[in-house]
C-alpha cells in the first residue's frame, strides 16, 4: 500500500500531509489531526455524529476516504468559534439548552450551518430536514430546532 | 480497513487503462456512500486497488440533448433534487432523490452509485426504468449502450464487467401533459431505506383517457421491471379510484404470480396495491 500526499485546507489552514489511503476522513481528524470534536459514532452514515463540511457541504466523514479531500476545503466543529468568540450557532445552543450529553451536537452544529449558510430564516420544517442526518438521544430534538432558528446574526463566519 | 492502493485517474481513458491493468483487485469509488460501509464490514471483500473515478469532471452534471435528458454518474441526489431541468421534465425523479437517506447522503450519494449497487431498495432505479432511461457503459474494450431494464439481473447484480464505468444515463423528457409520482413506505423518515415504493407516470389526452401509463415498483420484486399487465388496464380508460384499485390489484397479482406466497406476501400484497393507487392518484 503506498501513501498519498494530499494538500488540503482543515478550518481555514493549509496542510499537506501524506497519508495512508485505508483510513476515513473520520479517522484522519480525530486521530492524526487531534481534532476529537467530530465525533465516532455509527461509522456507517447514520448517525450524523462525525458530519463536517466539505467545500460548505454537510457530509458523513466516516464515509470519506481521506485521500478524497485532496485539494478540497473540511470545516469541523473546532473551526466554528473565532478565538474565545463562540459562533452565534453554539451561543443560540447554550441560550436553547439544546446540548445535553453533547454527544450530538458537533454534527448538530455543522448540519445547521450548512442550513444557514444557504437559507438564513428557515422553517421548522426546512430546520427539521436539515438535521435529519443527525440522531439525539436525549433532547427531543425541539431545543435544537429552536436553537438554530433563533440564532442570530449568522453569515459573518 | 484492509490496504489498498488508492488511484484516483483524471480522465476517462485513464480510468478505463487503470481498470483494465488491476482486473478483479478493483473497486470504483464515487460518492462511497455504499463502499465505505461494505469496506469495513468484517469479512467483506478486500479489493487490492481503489479506484476513485470522482476527479473525472465529464461524468458529472445534468443536460438536454434534443428530446432527451443526459444525468453523468457522478451527479448527486442533491444536484438532482436542485435541477430545473430533472423539476420540470422528470418531477418522479426528484420527488425519488428527495427520500434518500439524509441531507449529508444525498450531498455524497450519487445516481451512479445508485444503479451500479443495485440494491433492492434502490431509490432511483423504479423513476428510471418508468422514464425508459438507457445506460453508456464504457471499459478499455469500448462501449456500449444498454436499457436500463436490461440492466439489473437480480438484486446486487447487473449485467455490467467489473471493469466497466457507468459514463451516462440518458432518458427522453416527459411531455408536458404528463404526470408522474413517486411514493415510498419506509421504517422512518429520514434514512429509511425503502422497503416498498412506487414510480408512475400518467399521460391524458384532452378528452381526459389516459394514452400512456407506466408502473414499476421498489423493492417488491425480485426483479426491477414495469408492470404492463396494470399498465394495460389503465390504458383508453378515464381515471378514478376503482380504475386505479384495479391497476393496484394487477400489481399485487403480478407479485404473487412472481414471487409466489412467501412469509412477506400477507403484507406486500394489499399494501402495495394501496401504493399504486397512491401514486396513481398523485399524478392527477
Ligand atoms: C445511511 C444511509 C442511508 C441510505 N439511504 C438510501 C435511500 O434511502 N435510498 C437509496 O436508494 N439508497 C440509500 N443509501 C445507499 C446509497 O447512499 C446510494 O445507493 C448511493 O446512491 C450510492 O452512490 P455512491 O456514489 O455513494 O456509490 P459508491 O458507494 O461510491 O458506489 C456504489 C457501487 O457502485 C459502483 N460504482 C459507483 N459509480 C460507478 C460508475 N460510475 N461506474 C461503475 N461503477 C460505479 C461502486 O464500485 C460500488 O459497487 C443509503 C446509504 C446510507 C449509508
Ligand atoms: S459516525 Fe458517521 S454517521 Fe455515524
Ligand atoms: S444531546 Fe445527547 S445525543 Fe444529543
Known sequence: ?157 | MKPFDYHSPRSLPEACLLLAELGAEAKILAGGTDVLVEMRKPGSYSSKAVVDITRISSLKGIGESGDAILIGPLTTHAEIFHSRIVEQYAPLLKAAVAGIGSPQIRNRGTVGGNLMNAAACADTVPPLLALNATIKLLSSKGERSIALSDFFIKPYATVAQRDEILVEIRFPKLPANARSSFVKLGRRNALSIARLSVAAILVKSDAGVITDARIVTGAAFPKWQRVLEAEKVLIGQKPSRELFDAAGKKVSEALISFTGRRWSTEYKEPVIAVLVRRSLEACQ
Not at chain 1, 464515509?63 to 443560540?92: F, M, N, R, W, Y
Not at chain 1, 430534538?141 to 449568522?154: F, G, L, N, S
Open chain 1, 1 to 157: 500500500m503506498k501513501n498519498v500526499l494530499i494538500k488540503t485546507t482543515i478550518n481555514g489552514k493549509q496542510v499537506e500531509l501524506d497519508v495512508r489511503p485505508n483510513m476515513t476522513l473520520l479517522d484522519f481528524l480525530r486521530d492524526e489531526m487531534g481534532l476529537t470534536g467530530t465525533k465516532r459514532g455509527c461509522e456507517v452514515g447514520e448517525c450524523g455524529a462525525c458530519t463536517v463540511l466539505l467545500n460548505g457541504q454537510a457530509v458523513n466523514s466516516c464515509l470519506i476516504l481521506v485521500p478524497q479531500i485532496d485539494g478540497q476545503e473540511i470545516l469541523t466543529v473546532e473551526g466554528l468559534a473565532q478565538g474565545e468568540k463562540l459562533h452565534p450557532l453554539q451561543e443560540s445552543f447554550l441560550d436553547h439548552d439544546a446540548v445535553h450529553c453533547g454527544f450530538c451536537t458537533p454534527g448538530m452544529l455543522i448540519s445547521a450551518k450548512a442550513l444557514l449558510d444557504h437559507t438564513p430564516d428557515p422553517s421548522e420544517e426546512e430546520t427539521r430536514v436539515a438535521i435529519s442526518g443527525n440522531l439525539c438521544r436525549c433532547s427531543g430534538y425541539q431545543q435544537i430546532v429552536d436553537a438554530i432558528r433563533e440564532t442570530k446574526h449568522v453569515g459573518e463566519s
